[in-house]
């Protein structure tokens, strides 16, 4: 069965299929030049992002820190078999060229787990789609490497290869993918992690509309890591699976709630280590946000709650934890992405409990202020660290600290050049973290980035 789902997804050349996500973003966010003949309608985009900031090194806390910069050059081509809304055939193809001075980032870059030093290219996504599946909208098929994402990064924020079969109407939207990553597409990098190799996921959602602006879900994701690696980078095989239910709801008339954001996911399945022996690993994790919006109030703020809460590991190796293509990203498509705690501090959702409070506003049209403070602390102190720091020495105390974030956003309106939209994006991000007592000898610390999208 491996080797039939390998032989089937590891045809590169017949173009990627793109995920949802990447395809509304190329409709919405990136201005395309058309160019129509007889092979069908083709639109080019383009996307320029600079960044740069001074923080710890690498973004691990305790770290010296440094100056950091980036650029990253990102064309995209979208080709249509034919005029008009229901193409029957979609190509799309997604291209990297970085040049990074670090790890570092600013939060207006998608999640990147291979981000090296220097310049790279990386082939980032490539797709083929079939839509109109027996002439029904509804259905649509992709292979290829795609974008997997989502608001939370909880269950898949990354492109892998794929075959996906979509599901889209006005009462309920899914998919269901197999997928498994094959090369790093990459210049620099010749081939995939050990951690990263000969892993097979199965994973698919559907989502149920049944109000105006509520959705109620289900997400699964199977895991078969079959690496039997037994080199140091690659220490345990994960096989097992997460699933979990989902729930949203905008611009609502709840009196003292106007929106809310639910997920809860569930892991349970068998660790194999490289010395042979087995551990059961289960676990869950509880996110959540809920916002009131002051439509009629100056700046028109928002307050938010939000707050995460996993399981307490009963040993070493236990509970949930979040694998390769998953991340502790917040993704909004209206704006901007960070972390699900900070905008500089990467948490690893283990072993960890954290609530906060948020306020955003509009000062003017197309600029937002936000302002955030979140608590964070360990469910076990003995257990592991979901934070990065440069040296891991426990006091037995569960409080890991505060961190205080502050934002601020702008949108260009769209300008016409040439006959092509041209829009910008802008973000200045401060971020602080007071220590706990939960780490001997981590000492405070912060960082200041900015941000420019170039869309054209």
Known sequence: MRRQLSALLCLPWLALAQ??????????????????????????????????????????????????????????????SEEGAWSRWQGFTRAWLNYNSGQASTPLQDNDTQQIEYFSAELREFYLRRNLLGDDPRFSLSLGRQRFGDYFGLWWDDSLEALRLDYDDSFGRGFVAAAQKFHSYNSDINGLDASQKDIAYLMGEYAWRWQAQQWFGLRLQLEDDHSDSDEADDPQDFDGYRAGLFATGEQLDWGLLSDYRLELAMLDGDSDFNDGSQQSRNGWALLGEVGKRFDELPWQPRL???????????????????????????????????????????????NLAFYGIGLETQPRPRHQLDLRLTDLHLRDADGELPLRVDEDSRSGSHSLGQSLDLNYFWRMFPQAFEQRQVQVNALLSTSYFRAGSAVRGLDNDFQVAFGLVLRY
Do not use: M
């Open 304 to 350: 938010v709650l939000h707050a995460g809460l996993t399981d307490k590991p009963d040993e070493e190796g236990d509970g949930f934890y979040l694998n390769d293509i998953q991340s502790d990203r917040v993704a909004d498509p209206q704006t901007y992405s960070t972390g699900l705690v900070s905008a500089f501090i990467g948490v690893d959702l283990r």
């Open 19 to 80: 995920a949802e996500e990447s395809a509304q973003e190329i409709v919405d966010n990136a201005p395309s030049q058309e160019t129509v003949t007889d092979l069908g309608r083709f639109e080019f985009a383009q996307k320029v992002t600079l960044q740069g900031g001074y923080g710890p090194d690498q973004g691990v806390l305790g770290n010296d820190r440094k100056g950091f910069y980036g650029l990253r050059y990102e064309p995209t081509l979208a080709w249509y």
